[in-house]
């Protein structure tokens, strides 16, 4: 199984930006989708955004047109690109594989991945 390894997290004030990195073992394109999700402290774990093998793009409302996820073929590696970063962006970020769904009309991912250690965002006020 191709494992997911999550990178470059860090702390920075609001309005900053920040680059995540999901390094892949192997061909990323052996998955359905990537996505990257967020766990705040006390908080239910939610999808953030993902990218299938075809190229298609979800990301959630409350990050749109602030984060971006894209892939790097070549390097086994998909992105999200967070910019304009909010306090209540705070979290442990995690990636991982699986398959767009919906439940009841919300998109969401089936995870067929373990999850990893993630890497904590921290913004600041």
């Known amino acids: 199984q191709v494992q997911l390894v999550e990178s470059g997290g860090g702390l920075v004030q609001a309005g900053g930006s920040l680059r995540l990195s999901c390094a892949a073992s192997?061909?990323?394109?052996?998955?359905?989708?990537v996505g990257w999700y967020r766990q705040a402290p006390g908080k239910q774990r939610e999808l953030v955004a993902y990218?299938?093998?075809?190229?298609?793009?979800y990301h959630v409302d409350s990050v749109t047109g602030r984060f971006t996820i894209s892939r790097d073929n070549a390097k086994n590696t998909v992105y999200l690109q967070m910019n304009s970063l909010k306090p209540e962006d705070t979290a442990v970020y995690y990636c991982?594989?699986?398959?767009?769904?919906?439940?009841?009309?919300?998109?969401?991912?089936?995870?067929?991945?373990?999850w990893g250690r993630g890497t904590q965002v921290t913004v600041s006020s």
């Open positions: 991982n594989s699986g398959a767009p769904i919906r439940i009841a009309g919300i998109i969401s991912m089936a995870v067929d991945g373990s």
């Open positions: 990218i299938t093998r075809g190229g298609s793009t």
């Open positions: 192997g061909s990323i394109s052996s998955f359905n989708a």
